[in-house]
Structure formats: structure tokens, C-alpha cells
């Protein structure tokens, strides 16, 4: 049976406590073990899918078409464990599958109760799917102390107790603040924190501190003494120079020996981490640069394009060159922003994926300054939706080309999807569709035309990849499309909706329908990500 490590945060949010669970996962894995990393959130939305991207970061999508909080994708970049709808829960998803049971009648009577419906339903989810698993790593968003978080730790310190005696530890995530004016790191917080913890009835086995100075032996001591924890379960946590450097920090640091340590595992191998000193190497000896201009509408918050930003240090690792990214404001241009002197710098512009009107012109005036100017254009999703409004505007004579998504158009260039084929069978949508979890979701196969320039970048014809719209290019333009130079060498096996289209007489311009930034790993980057930094280094070299 698996092994359980619950991860809890203290003190403040914004501990990073997922990347600190994917590099523990990344080094239980180098160990060997087969891992899954969990994530519990304690808000009331039954999932992030209908939140804005500047209250949450980005929508993670999973291949079976789960929409997830961001930190599923640390998981997946430092793992390469495909992610799935059980992997994150939240409050409100228990909460609605409680009172639609009760709804039903099926709890025959009973008076419907926080404990134990509420904490049942929540470990019902830690142990569901974890065959074949070595360690599950449950993270429980939040911070000790929230009102909204209690049923989660309770629930964590029922399934403690379920679970065989050496099956399950605790992990708590805090934070040592340094005072300047002291000169001093400060330990209180941690005290105060563990005791809240353990208030709960958890005491923790391994706390990992997070601290912008080394932490002294002396302090090290004290808080293992005042927090009950053996001096070596102290594990400090520096600040990192680059998250793909955390996995070695911590297992220089002894964590993973730790956690071994605890569940009384002595014969495990050494950790292989050849992948993370290479990913490093590339890192931090790059044989160049390029600047990549991301011209967007949610710029203001990096969390909100996580994944994107990954994919692209990612292309910049494939090709050994340091990706500088410049966000752009695609609203701005339409306010009177100099487009040309804010594009003419970049090796490569990226439109990413996105929802609304607001932007749109600014984001299409970029795709044709790409277009035009012969600079590597990326279109992901609503990008790729924009290069073909811009294409029929400007090369199609289409001028009144848009989407639905922005109102009532003539020429529906993009449009709502109504019908399409999933692995559950047909799928039927209308205007009046409720907004949340009804878009076309998860994983869906393409085929690539034989001779495309795409077909080339994956070698292959046959792909998958992940989804998230609600529209999508009509494949009735397709004509004029294409003879406005902008080819379909992507569509539904079915033949109806358009995934990718090219320009081959560019020098590197794709639009894709599908979000390949979800797939890309520092060790495996996208092909689309490798080879579109690629040709941003061949720009480089022209301007
Ligand atoms: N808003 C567009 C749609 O729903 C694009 C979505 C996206 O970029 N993820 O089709």
C-alpha cells in the first residue's frame, strides 16, 4: 500500500509549498519510487475553471479534462506523472458531491455532519486511485490556522491514525523571517505555527523552513526543541537561484533522507539526479539569448501564464540559450502604444491563450506586425484564433472577420463549438450552457498533414494534446484561408475542427488550438517550444 506524506503550510501563504512537493516528489522519484502528488484546496469553487486568472494564476488542464490549480503543473514538470481530476479536490467539489448524495436521500436519515461526511468524502479522495504507488504526497492548500482548511487537517489526522502505524508522516512548510534590524533570524513564527499544528492534533515529523539566510546550528536546535522534532527533521529551506535547482538544494539539505527516515525506509538507493544537474548546466551556461515578446491581457501576474513561462525556458534549455520574456499589454497598443518600437526588438512573438474582447485588436495588429516583418509568430488557443481573423482581414479580404466570443459577427471566422466527439461520446453545447467545466476539455488527438512544417517539429502525424475553449476556427474559411497563405496542417481525426494552421512561406509561424505549454518538462521540452525558441535564435542573428 502507499506511503502518505501530508504537506501543510505555516506562518504566511506563499511558502511554495507546491514546488516544495513536486522537488520532494522529484527526489522520492530519483530514489526510484513511483510517486503522485495530491492537492487539496479549501475554497468553495468546485474548481479554479471559472476564476479569473489574476485571483488564482492559471487554469491547469489535465489530460483527462480536469480543470486544476496551478501547482498540478510543478507536479507534472518535475514528475513527468501525468496529472488527473483526482489529483485535486476542493472544498466546494466535497461539498457538492455531499448534497447531491444527501439530495438523493442516500444518507438514509442522518443528520449530514462536517465530521464525518465531510471528512470522510476527503479521504475517500487521498485514497482513491493509489495502486501500483509508492508515496502520495498530499498537499493541503492554505495556511494552519484558516477556518476554511479545518476539515482538511482533520481529515489528515484521522487518516494518520487509519493508516497502519509508519504509513503516514507530516511535513509543515514555514517560514523564518530574517530581521534586518536585529541582524537576526527569528524562530517564533515557527513555534507559534507548530503549536496551532499540533493544537490540531498533529505534530509534524519534518518542518521545512523557509529562510533568506543560512539558518544556524543554534536556531536549528531551538526550533526542533520547542517544536518537537529531532534537529536533523529541520530541514532550512533557502531561496533558490531557480526552481529547478530546489530538488539538489533539498536533498543537500537532507530531505529526502528525512522522509526515508521516518517512515523507517533504510535501504533505499541513492538518488539519480543527473536530469536536474543537466537542466542546471544548461541553465546556468547558456551559449546565448533570445527576447520573446508575450503580447497578452493578464501581464500584471506571472501566475497567470505558469505554465507558458515554463514551456518557453524550457524551448531556451532545448537550444542552450538564456529566453529573456518580455510581457506585453496587448491592450496597450490600442491605446496609442508604439506597437513597432514595443515588437520591433523581440526574436519572437508569442499570443497566448486567453478569453474576452478586451486586447484582441492590439493582439491581432501583432500577429500582422509577425506576419509582415518575417518574425517567429506563436499562437496558442485564442492566439491561434487571432492569426486567422488576422489572416482573413488581411489576406483574405475578409475584412469584417471575428469571433462570437466578441459579440454578433457577419463573418464568423471563429465561432462557439456546438458539437464535437470526445472519448465519452458526442458532445452538445448552446449559448445558455452553464460557464463552469463545460468548454472542450483535456486531451484530444490531431492529425498532422505528412509534408507541414508542424508534422516536422513532432515527427510524427499522429498527436494529443490539451484543450481548453469554447471556440473555434470554422473550417468553412478554410479556403480562403489557404490561399491567403495560411495553412490548415492540423485537424480533428473526424476531419471538422481546425488544430493547427501554418504559414510556410514564413520563416517559423504556427497557431495551435491546444495548450502544448501543459506538456513541456525541463527535461523534455515541447517540440513546438524547442523549435519555436530555435528560430527565435535565427532571428536573433538577422537583427
Ligand atoms: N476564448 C477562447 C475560447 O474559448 C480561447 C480560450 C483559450 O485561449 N484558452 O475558445
Excluded at 108 to 118: D, K, N
Excluded at 260 to 279: C, K, Q
Excluded at 372 to 401: D, S, W, Y
Aim: aromatic content about 8%.
Amino acid at each position: 500500500m502507499a506511503r502518505y506524506i501530508f504537506i501543510t503550510g505555516g506562518v504566511v501563504s506563499s511558502l511554495g509549498k507546491g514546488l516544495m512537493a513536486a522537488s520532494l516528489a522529484a527526489l522520492l522519484q530519483a530514489r526510484g519510487f513511483r510517486v503522485r502528488i495530491r492537492k487539496f484546496d479549501p475554497y468553495l469553487n468546485v474548481d479554479p475553471g471559472t476564476m479569473s486568472p489574476y485571483q488564482h494564476g492559471e487554469v491547469y488542464v489535465t489530460d483527462d479534462g480536469a480543470e486544476t490549480d496551478l501547482d498540478l503543473g510543478h507536479y507534472e514538470r518535475f514528475t513527468g506523472v501525468s496529472a488527473r481530476q483526482s489529483d485535486n479536490v476542493t472544498q466546494g467539489r466535497v461539498y457538492q458531491t455531499i448534497i447531491q448524495r444527501e439530495r438523493r436521500g442516500d444518507y438514509l436519515g442522518a443528520t449530514v455532519q462536517v465530521i464525518p461526511h465531510v471528512t470522510d468524502e476527503i479521504k475517500a479522495f487521498a485514497l482513491a486511485d493509489t495502486e501500483d504507488l509508492d508515496f502520495v504526497l498530499c498537499e493541503i492548500g492554505g495556511t494552519v490556522g484558516d477556518i476554511e482548511s479545518l476539515p482538511f487537517m482533520e481529515a489528515i489526522r484521522q487518516l494518520h491514525n487509519d493508516l497502519d502505524r509508519g504509513q503516514s508522516i507530516f511535513v509543515h512548510v514555514t517560514l523564518v523571517p530574517y530581521i534586518a534590524a536585529a541582524g537576526e533570524l527569528k524562530t517564533k513564527p515557527t513555534q507559534h505555527s507548530v503549536r496551532e499544528l499540533t493544537s490540531l492534533g498533529i505534530q509534524p515529523d519534518i518542518l521545512l523552513c523557509r529562510c533568506e539566510k543560512p539558518l544556524p546550528e543554534s536556531e536549528r536546535r531551538k526550533i526542533a526543541l520547542f517544536c518537537n522534532v529531532r534537529p536533523e527533521a529541520v530541514i532550512p529551506a533557502l531561496d533558490a537561484s531557480s526552481i529547478y535547482a530546489v530538488p539538489q538544494q533539498y536533498h543537500d539539505e537532507g530531505l529526502d533522507q528525512e522522509v526515508l527516515r521516518a517512515f523507517g525506509i533504510t535501504d533505499a538507493p541513492a538518488p539519480e539526479l543527473e536530469r536536474w544537474d543537466d537542466i542546471m548546466d544548461r541553465q546556468l551556461n547558456p551559449e546565448g539569448e533570445v527576447t520573446i515578446g508575450v503580447v497578452g491581457k493578464y501581464v500584471g501576474l506571472l501566475d497567470a501564464y505558469k505554465s507558458l513561462h515554463e514551456a518557453l525556458h524550457h524551448g531556451g534549455l532545448a537550444n542552450r540559450v538564456k529566453v529573456n520574456i518580455k510581457w506585453i499589454d496587448a491592450e496597450l497598443f490600442e491605446k496609442g502604444d508604439d506597437l513597432v518600437a514595443s515588437l520591433e526588438p523581440m526574436h519572437g512573438i508569442l499570443v497566448p491563450g486567453g478569453f474576452g474582447v478586451r486586447g484582441s485588436e492590439g493582439k491581432i495588429a501583432s500577429v500582422r506586425f509577425a506576419r509582415e516583418r518575417n518574425v517567429p509568430f506563436f499562437g496558442i488557443c485564442l492566439g491561434m484564433q487571432m492569426a486567422c481573423i488576422e489572416g482573413a482581414r488581411n489576406t483574405a479580404g475578409i475584412e469584417h472577420a471575428s469571433t462570437t466570443e466578441f459579440g454578433e459577427t457577419s463573418e464568423p471566422v471563429v465561432g462557439l463549438i456546438t458539437e464535437w466527439m470526445s472519448s465519452e461520446g458526442l458532445q452538445k453545447r448552446t449559448a445558455e450552457t452553464d460557464l463552469g467545466g463545460t468548454m472542450r476539455l483535456g486531451a484530444y488527438p490531431a492529425k498532422l498533414t505528412g509534408n507541414s512544417v508542424v508534422a516536422g517539429i513532432y515527427n510524427a502525424t499522429d498527436i494529443s494534446e490539451r484543450h481548453r475553449h469554447r471556440y473555434e476556427v470554422n473550417a468553412g474559411y478554410r479556403e480562403p484561408l489557404e490561399k491567403g497563405g495560411l495553412i490548415f496542417s492540423g485537424m480533428s481525426p473526424d476531419g471538422t475542427l481546425p488544430e493547427i494552421v501554418e504559414r510556410p512561406d514564413h520563416p517559423w509561424f504556427v497557431g495551435v488550438q491546444f495548450h502544448p505549454e501543459l506538456k513541456s518538462k525541463p527535461f523534455d521540452p515541447h517540440p513546438l517550444f524547442a523549435s519555436f525558441i530555435e528560430a527565435a535564435v535565427k532571428q536573433s542573428r538577422l537583427v
